[in-house]
Nanobody, 124 residues
Framework: VQLVESGGGSVQAGAALILSCVIS????????VAWFRQVPGKEREFVAA?????????HTEETVKDRFLLSRDFAQNSLRLHMGRLAPEDTAEYYC?????????????????WGQGTQVTVSS
């Protein structure tokens, strides 16, 4: 399984971005896929996750759930993170992660496959 993120960039506060995680080697519905973010000097933190299969579920971290939304694109075999009303505190490297195990997982250690990251910078 390989993950490739895209969609990061530099924007002004209040803007929106859509990050995309394209999955190869399997199909998105067979995985749990998550977005994490990290700023220098801090631990990587959970943002949102989607778990596929019959009991598909989505979970978004409380502090961003009113601004961030996940969507699945089965045609492109990808998971997208729609980020709205961006603020400077959203500035981070955003990573896509995947695990073959079903169910929402919030811990970095639960994911065995990671993308290379995409930088999001929000200026005030």
């Amino acid at each position: 399984v390989q993950l490739v993120e895209s969609g990061g960039g530099s924007v002004q506060a209040g803007a929106a971005l859509i990050l995309s995680c394209v999955i190869s080697g399997t199909t998105v519905d067979k995985l749990t896929v998550a977005w994490f973010r990290q700023v220098p000097g801090k631990e990587r933190e959970f943002v949102a996750a989607w778990s596929g299969g019959p009991g598909a579920a989505t979970h978004t971290e409380e502090t961003v759930k009113d601004r961030f939304l996940l969507s699945r694109d089965f045609a492109q075999n990808s998971l997208r993170l729609h980020m709205g009303r961006l603020a400077p505190e959203d500035t981070a490297e955003y990573y896509c992660a995947a695990t073959q195990w079903r169910g929402i997982r919030l811990n970095v250690r639960d994911y065995e496959t990671w993308g290379q990251g995409t930088q999001v910078t929000v200026s005030s």
